[in-house]
């Protein structure tokens, strides 16, 4: 039985942070054009003060030519212009910790965009020249280089090589180079060994770091290594093939130690992170990274969160796992025996910008989640979905360590699986040949107010660059803070108990207690403050412990008897 007490000595902010995931392109759209934007932001920081947050990561903010969404950065150092201008990128930052709350934005280091400066001069520039080297430029296989260099594939599907060749046929009829690109060939992958890139990147953190962040969320950080051979993965263990629970991820999974996979949680990897570690050290005010690492084995992303490596990791075995109290157990218990190995705080995340949102998934028959089988159009009992996302919610405040939020969390939206073909955006449903709609579902702008689209979102008659379904009217952040029993009173609630209450944040103690079959309960803290969290996941109603006070509950509690799929706290004071 894990307990995690020993760690609380480390208190430091990110240990126990709730941290709020801005989607900036659907959160809030100041402009009027349709996408969310930094004005959009600005103006919603009361709403983010009020709901209880302690910072916000935002997704990528750079120009980009938008190949994934932003995830193919072409300026690591300004701001897309869509979503506005340094300036008020650092006014922002200023803004928000003016109300408390902290600024964490991701960098995307294992690729940049094709647009990038770095790679049209390496376009421009021979085979074998330096220019070429900052990437992962290769002849080609076959007689006229035509096959690529070799059989891995793209995280979007598709190979993970685009020819340049053709159009460097030459007089000499040299049949030109490929570049590696584990995503889009819009993202093509930077060479970590090159020294350049390093430099980079380091000067890259000083930027932003001289402009007040306080941290960083490390995109697709187990990918950056790549083996020098670029060896075929042949027979290599597949990421997903021997972990059913996390094959997902757009960065997937699975080194085997006796077989290193060659662009998978490479050791060579963690000297990456022990420099960036050092450049955030040199930084007043603990400047966090946060690493987005997709790995089925709890103890290989905890090789991530040595004391002098990343400060955290989402938790995306808790994310993918089932709606069921003994699968959950095993996730925590693995969670908190990794992370207590390396002194590191566990952290706990049940929706982000690349999965299918949590209210759907739990109400359908399989609550798992694979990136590989998303289950778009499969039956979801939304009612249901939504009764154990309250409880979900529940349970991860209540466990010891950080959380995450995505945005539209606190609204209990669900994932939107009709979007109309044609507006789809996302490269997965393109790169997969039409049979994977990708992630722009859960990507819909959000509702804010009123009767119709927008919902606030944007001004009055303008277009969101996703349509919101009429429905959300119901979900509106303004409906709901008007009603003490919506999704957003609960957020509100649970985080203002959580920061308040010494149990939760200020001890990272945590006891399982006896429990019937398909409940977990466990207590956190000791003595007079100690809270005893009860979730119930059986098809029956059980006991609460007699003598406790309710604190909080997902739903209605009388008669000392917790309902099925419901959660509560319990204090006995
Ligand atoms: C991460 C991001 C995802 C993106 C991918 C490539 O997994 O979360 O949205 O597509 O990296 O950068």
Redesign the pocket.
């Known amino acids: 039985m894990p307990n995690t007490g020993q760690r609380a000595a480390a208190h430091d902010w990110w240990r126990t942070a709730a941290i709020y995931e801005v989607y900036v392109r659907s959160f809030a759209d100041g402009s009027g054009d349709g996408i969310g934007d930094l004005t959009g932001v600005r103006a919603r920081l009361p709403y983010l003060a009020e709901l209880g947050i302690d910072a916000i990561w935002f997704t990528p903010w750079y120009p980009s030519p938008m190949a994934?969404a932003g995830?193919d950065v072409a300026d690591y150092r300004a701001i897309e212009p869509l979503f506005g201008s340094l300036a008020e990128a650092e006014k922002l930052i200023a803004e928000a910790h003016e109300l408390g709350i902290r600024i964490i934005i991701d960098i995307?280091p294992n690729h940049g965009s094709d647009q990038q400066p770095w790679f049209t001069e390496a376009l421009a520039a021979p085979a074998g020249s330096a220019e070429r080297a900052r990437y992962h430029f290769q002849p080609g296989r076959g007689a006229g280089g035509e096959l690529p260099p070799n059989d891995w594939t793209s995280m979007f599907g598709g190979p993970a090589w685009t020819w340049v060749g053709p159009a460097e046929h030459g007089p000499d009829g040299a049949p030109g180079e490929w570049y590696l690109h584990l995503?889009t060939p819009g993202?093509p992958d930077f060479n970590w060994a090159h020294p350049d890139v390093r430099d980079e990147f380091a000067s890259v953190l000083r930027f932003w770091f001289d402009r007040g962040v306080d941290g960083f969320r490390v995109?697709?950080a187990a990918l950056l290594a790549k083996d020098p051979a670029l060896a075929d993965l042949g027979a290599t263990p597949t990421p997903g093939s021997s972990a059913p629970v996390n094959s997902g991820?757009?960065?997937p999974v699975l080194a085997d130690p006796a077989s290193p996979h060659p662009f998978i949680d490479r050791d060579e990897v963690h000297g990456i992170y022990q420099e960036w570690r050092r450049i955030a050290d040199s930084y007043p005010g603990h400047r966090v990274l946060i690493g987005?690492v997709w790995l089925p084995d709890a103890e290989r992303l905890a090789r991530y969160l040595r004391p002098d490596e990343l400060h955290s990791a989402f938790n995306f075995d808790f994310l993918c796992c089932a709606w069921d109290a003994d699968a959950l157990r095993g996730v925590i218990d693995t969670t908190l025996d990794a992370h207590d190995g390396v002194g590191a705080a566990p952290t706990w995340v049940l929706s982000n910008?690349?999965v299918v949102r949590h209210v759907t998934r739990y109400g359908r028959a399989d609550t798992a989640f694979s990136m590989t089988d998303r289950q778009i159009g499969e039956p979801s009992d939304l009612a249901l979905g939504t009764r154990r996302a309250r409880a979900a919610a529940l349970l991860t405040f209540s466990l010891p360590g950080g959380v995450y939020l995505y945005q539209g969390d606190e609204l209990g939206l669900p994932e939107v699986e009709d979007l109309p073909e044609e507006l789809l955006q996302d490269p997965m449903w393109e790169r997969s040949g039409h049979t994977n709609r990708g992630r722009d579902g859960c990507r819909v702008p959000l509702p804010w107010s009123g009767d119709a689209a927008p919902f606030g979102y944007g001004p009055d008659g303008s277009t969101p660059w996703l349509p919101q379904p009429a429905e959300w009217k119901n979900l509106t952040a303004e409906t709901q803070g008007g009603d003490p029993g919506s999704m957003l009173a609960l957020y509100r609630r649970a985080l203002r108990l959580r920061r308040a209450e010494p149990a939760l944040t200020g001890s990272e103690q945590m006891t399982w207690l006896p429990s019937p079959a398909g409940v977990l309960m466990f207590r956190r803290g000791d003595g007079p403050d100690a809270i005893t969290v009860v979730i119930n996941l059986s098809a029956e109603p059980v006991d609460l412990p007699a003598g406790d006070q309710v604190l909080l509950s997902s739903a209605p509690v009388s008669g000392g008897l917790l309902p099925p799929d419901t959660g509560a706290w319990l204090t006995g004071r």
């Open positions: 994934d995830y995307v995503f993202q995109d697709s991820g757009t960065g987005e910008h690349d």
